[in-house]
């Protein structure tokens, strides 16, 4: 009964529903996106073409897509999928291919038998975990010893034979916990969304690119458009030369990658931490959309957190220079991200609480806020975020947690860093989500990690190489895009939710499935190195010296925090009462991650181009040169697709692409 009033109330209003014809292409092209995904980034492991929360495996496969719907539709006299379905079906592309890649497999199952199968005498890991580890939670058995066969055969091989029995019980188990943070991403999404797209604006930059192609109208206006065709031969040009440089090197190079420490030799310069300059058209692209005022901020953050290195080892403090645990960055800026992320988050809380009180006064059944195009209904909503944060958390005590380092684990992990995350893409177009701290960091900042017990860290290690370390290809992102695009094509948003929940199910099937046989056929040992032995190996590195021994962070690190917690509460009042003032606590809180170390100089060459543009030539030339930066991203992730296509087809080696 609520579910035909909801199907009225959106007729009411004029929006387009679910069709089972796109259910069934979604979960076609879904399957699809897992195959090609999975076989590309782990057995060909030159391109990673799903990493992105906009990625050249869903371009791809929409351009695909409208192809073949085109061409159906021409056969048939009628269209075949309308654009709200086609958008549909690019949803579930793009959450398939995301599960597939760094959104979870590519993690989850590695981090299950790593540990068993590099566990040996010397780095003591048998000792130290497996008396932690419940019998459920992993393919092997705990009381055992190192190297057994589901962990042997997986990366050594075992001619494609999969024990299916012994994966059974430990991929339900985590099933259960992926399913519970999947239903908080669903919970984000849908109440976060009208926050963010109608009360406060945010552009969300990757909408723009599927957009092109899903709307009819756009897309003939970018098919005529020269500039756009200008931009796309620019950067296709420029990668199809670098793959055939890696077939024929008498071909020249035409370099798009440069290391500045390389330049940098003389004290105190050398001291700054791995400073890479990558160009990458599409991420130019994407940042020529982005304001003004954030792009400076992003690069000027950026460098900030250099200079800083560079005056410490000028002032002598050159025993400061030591890394945060398993990121790319300073311990001293780590913790400046870390109080950034708080700030930022109460802010959110604080400019959407108006808006999250009549969202409590409907879920109580008090308000009249219409939420009938929402992606759930408010009451659901908040109901479904609540039982999956309380499972999730129930799910980890039962792992063997404490309840106050569950509680810590799940809220930090859902509440804070996905939160800003999300905000990130919704506001900074970042195309790539990462961050510069575990939860567990911020338990560091009262209680030394060993405190914490082997317990515990046993249950982190395989949290932080699941969850929280490496967060590309966080699901809410796409869900968010998908509905603000949603608008452009007259979609229901509700008409989102089952198309969403199938496509996380089937994915995650279809994930384990492939990704399993994979390396039971070619040993995880030849495939890609970072996703079978990096991620889950640093996991655990970092907490067996707190299980062995000693862990009594430097004291400094609470002054770094409390100071970039007052730093940012500054920022925020600032740009809350001054629309001149430049400096954007968001670029704050992404200064020190991957993100930003990837795209930094593509941001600056953005930043600099539309500056000069708009000072020099105005808002109209802005806008009549966008094609040709639109065709900037079209052409480069063209040519992923192309030369990965490529690959699966010859084993022949693929360029480099810059977005590692």
């Not at 190297?147 to 999969?162: L, T």
């Not at 790539?432 to 567990?440: A, H, K, L």
């Not at 009262?446 to 967060?471: M, Y």
């Amino acid at each position: 009964m609520q579910l035909q009033k909801a199907a009225a109330a959106e007729r009411e209003i004029g929006l387009k529903d679910l069709s089972l014809r796109a259910v069934v292409v979604g979960l076609l092209f879904g399957i699809g996106a897992v195959l090609i995904v999975s076989y590309a980034e782990l057995v060909v492991k030159e391109i990673q073409i799903a990493i992105c929360q906009f990625n050249p495996a869903a371009l791809g496969l929409l351009a695909v897509l409208v192809a073949l719907n085109g061409l159906l539709s021409h056969l048939l006299r009628r269209p075949f999928l309308q654009p709200h379905e086609v958008l549909i079906v690019y949803t579930m592309t793009v959450l398939s291919a995301m599960i597939a890649s760094r959104g979870l497999m590519e993690k989850l199952l590695p981090a299950l038998v790593a540990i068993n199968y590099f566990a040996n005498p010397q780095n003591r890991w048998a000792e130290a975990f497996f008396p932690h580890i419940p019998k459920w939670l992993v393919p092997f058995d705990p009381q055992g010893m190192e190297a057994q066969p589901p962990a042997r055969y997986f990366y050594e091989g075992s001619k494609g034979v999969v024990i299916w029995q012994e994966w059974l019980t430990p991929l339900l188990a985590w099933a259960l916990v992926v399913a519970a943070v999947w239903a908080c991403f669903l919970t984000i999404a849908t109440l976060w969304r009208r926050q963010w797209a109608d009360h406060e604006k945010l552009n969300f930059p990757l909408t723009q690119p599927p957009l092109q192609l899903i709307e009819p109208a756009n897309r003939a206006n970018l098919l005529r458009n020269r500039l756009a065709w200008l931009g796309f031969a620019l950067s296709a040009t420029v990668f199809f030369v670098n793959g055939l440089n890696r077939l024929y090197p008498v071909i020249p190079q035409i370099r798009v990658a440069w290391t500045l420490n390389d330049y940098l030799m003389e004290r105190p310069f050398n001291a700054i931490i791995f400073t890479p300059v990558y160009t990458s058209y599409a991420a130019v692209g994407f940042a020529y959309f982005l304001p003004t005022q954030l792009l400076f901020s992003l690069w000027f953050f950026f460098w900030l957190t250099r200079v800083q290195d560079i005056l410490l080892s000028w002032l002598g403090y050159e025993h400061m220079l030591i890394n945060m645990p398993l990121y790319p960055t300073r311990l001293y800026i780590g913790y400046q991200v870390l109080g950034a992320y708080l700030v930022l988050v109460w802010f959110f809380w604080r400019a959407a609480l108006p808006y999250l009180k009549q969202v409590f006064a409907k879920t109580v059944k008090r308000g009249d806020i219409d939420d009938r195009n929402e992606l759930m209904p408010y009451h659901a909503a908040v109901l479904v975020g609540l039982v999956g944060l309380s499972v999730a958390i129930g799910w980890g005590i039962k792992a063997g947690l404490s309840p106050l380092v569950a509680v810590v684990e799940f809220t930090v992990y859902l509440g804070v860093v996905v939160l800003v995350m999300a905000r990130s893409v919704a506001e900074g177009g970042l195309m790539m989500t990462e961050t510069s701290f575990r939860p567990i960091d911020l338990m560091r900042l009262f209680v030394p990690k060993h405190q914490l017990g082997a317990r515990n860290l046993t249950i982190l290690g395989f949290l932080d190489a699941v969850f929280t370390r490496d967060l590309r290809g966080l699901l809410v992102t796409p869900l968010l895009d998908s509905l603000k695009m949603s608008e452009k094509v007259n979609l229901s948003r509700r008409a989102l939710l089952l198309p969403s929940v199938l496509a996380m199910v089937v994915g995650f099937v279809a994930a384990a499935i492939y990704q399993l046989k994979l390396p039971y056929t070619h040993g995880a040992l030849t495939m890609y190195w970072y996703a079978y032995q990096g991620n889950p190996r640093w996991a655990f590195e970092d907490h067996i010296g707190s299980i062995l021994g000693q862990d009594n962070p430097p004291a400094y690190i609470r002054g770094f925090f409390v100071a970039s917690v007052v730093l940012t509460y500054g920022m925020v009042v600032m740009r809350s009462h001054f629309w001149w003032f430049p400096l954007h606590p968001l670029a704050y809180a992404l200064s020190a991650s991957w993100t930003l170390i990837v795209f930094w100089s593509p941001i600056f060459v953005a930043w600099l181009v539309k500056g000069l543009i708009l000072r020099y030539a105005g808002v109209r030339a802005f806008h009549h040169y966008a094609p040709f930066f639109v065709g900037l991203i079209y052409g480069e992730f063209f040519m992923a697709v192309f030369w990965a296509v490529h690959s699966l087809l010859t084993r022949k080696p693929a360029p480099f692409f810059p977005w590692p």
